[in-house]
């Protein structure tokens, strides 16, 4: 008996209905990005192990899809290699290349490669599926769709309250009227977690834990902090710090506003201090 045709876990097909949708989703989304002035790109599905490595820490360098070498992929292996290297040194003599897990990385390669051709500041959008290795569930899938927009070049808070009104708007011709606006910036993160006492040599792992604060909550954070052996007082000091389900946004400016501004990272900094400022304008403006 013929075996059943079957597609590999954590992907999926889409039929002319779901297309039509997508396609008037997609559509929708260019054609506000390109009233405000965004340009689109794509870079390949494919890039480099050296560019996407290291880039999302050791839990998502995991995750990264491996490609086998083409031709003879096991002609640079001896048999010595294959008892004495761990699993990720050896991928790294099979595999040279590897799918791309966002479109963050890629492009910061892109502009690397293309700054003497590009105008300041750019403005682009990326449209591209991308793929991670996790255990296929609910809602969470090996490939999916990502849709990015980034300003390059615009040192002034101009930059974020742009991307925020094209954002807006775009969630607004796509339907939603209930939706909720989040602002994550690394060097407030930093600046609260030196707060709460963590070193700066933890502040990757503490991060990677806190982005699974939608999946897991407020909770499951801080029992994995604690699985990894970091201080209660410096957890429940740093949670403490994010913003409550009551909190308007001027509310959470006034909570961390002053911690941040007190923090070893700010303190005695003028370029600093004027980040945080533009931070609070962009915060209460999308508030």
Same mark, same amino acid.
């Given at each position: 008996?013929?075996? #059943?045709?079957?597609?590999?876990?954590?992907?999926?097909?889409?039929?002319?209905?779901?297309?039509?949708?997508?396609?008037?989703?997609?559509?929708? +989304?260019?054609?506000?990005? *390109?009233?405000?002035?965004?340009?689109?790109?794509?870079?390949?599905?494919?890039?480099?192990?050296?560019?996407?490595?290291?880039?999302?820490?050791?839990?998502?360098?995991?995750?990264?899809? #491996?490609?086998?070498?083409?031709?003879?992929?096991?002609?640079?292996? !001896?048999?010595?290699?294959?008892?004495?290297?761990? !699993?990720?040194?050896?991928?790294?003599?099979?595999?040279?290349?590897?799918?791309?897990?966002?479109?963050?990385?890629?492009?910061?390669?892109?502009?690397?490669?293309?700054?003497?051709?590009?105008?300041?500041? =750019?403005?682009?959008?990326?449209?591209?599926?991308?793929?991670?290795?996790?255990?296929?569930?609910?809602?969470?899938?090996?490939? =999916?769709?990502?849709?990015?927009?980034?300003?390059?070049?615009?040192?002034?808070?101009? *930059?974020?309250?742009?991307?925020?009104?094209?954002?807006?708007?775009?969630?607004?011709?796509?339907?939603?009227?209930?939706?909720?606006?989040?602002?994550?910036?690394?060097?407030?993160?930093?600046?609260?977690?030196?707060?709460?006492?963590?070193?700066?040599?933890?502040?990757?792992?503490?991060?990677?834990?806190?982005?699974?604060?939608?999946? +897991?909550?407020?909770?499951?954070? *801080?029992?994995?902090?604690?699985?990894?052996?970091?201080?209660?007082?410096?957890?429940?000091?740093?949670?403490?710090?994010?913003?409550?389900?009551?909190?308007?946004?001027?509310?959470?400016?006034?909570?961390?506003?002053?911690?941040?501004?007190? /923090?070893? /990272?700010?303190?005695?900094?003028?370029?600093?201090?004027?980040?945080?400022?533009?931070?609070?304008?962009?915060?209460?403006?999308?508030?």
């Amino acid at each position: 008996m013929a075996q #059943k045709p079957s597609i590999p876990k954590g992907t999926r097909d889409f039929g002319p209905v779901e297309m039509a949708k997508r396609n008037y989703i997609f559509n929708t +989304i260019k054609e506000v990005y *390109a009233l405000y002035g965004f340009q689109q790109i794509e870079t390949p599905a494919m890039e480099t192990l050296q560019t996407l490595m290291g880039k999302y820490g050791e839990e998502g360098d995991k995750l990264l899809f #491996k490609i086998l070498n083409s031709g003879d992929y096991m002609n640079k292996v !001896s048999d010595e290699d294959i008892h004495s290297l761990g !699993s990720l040194k050896l991928a790294a003599k099979l595999c040279e290349k590897g799918l791309r897990y966002d479109l963050t990385v890629p492009f910061a390669r892109f502009v690397a490669m293309n700054h003497g051709q590009l105008a300041f500041p =750019f403005k682009r959008y990326q449209i591209q599926p991308v793929w991670r290795a996790d255990r296929p569930q609910r809602g969470r899938y090996r490939q =999916f769709t990502q849709c990015d927009i980034d300003i390059l070049g615009e040192p002034s808070n101009l *930059a974020e309250i742009e991307l925020i009104t094209a954002t807006t708007t775009t969630i607004g011709r796509l339907g939603f009227e209930n939706f909720e606006i989040r602002i994550n910036e690394r060097r407030i993160l930093k600046a609260m977690a030196a707060y709460s006492g963590f070193a700066e040599e933890d502040y990757d792992s503490v991060f990677i834990t806190l982005d699974k604060m939608d999946k +897991i909550g407020v909770e499951g954070v *801080a029992s994995e902090l604690a699985q990894d052996g970091y201080p209660q007082e410096n957890i429940d000091k740093y949670l403490d710090l994010f913003c409550k389900k009551s909190d308007t946004a001027k509310q959470y400016v006034q909570k961390w506003m002053p911690v941040v501004a007190a /923090s070893q /990272s700010v303190k005695g900094k003028p370029e600093e201090k004027e980040f945080l400022d533009r931070w609070v304008n962009v915060v209460e403006y999308a508030g």
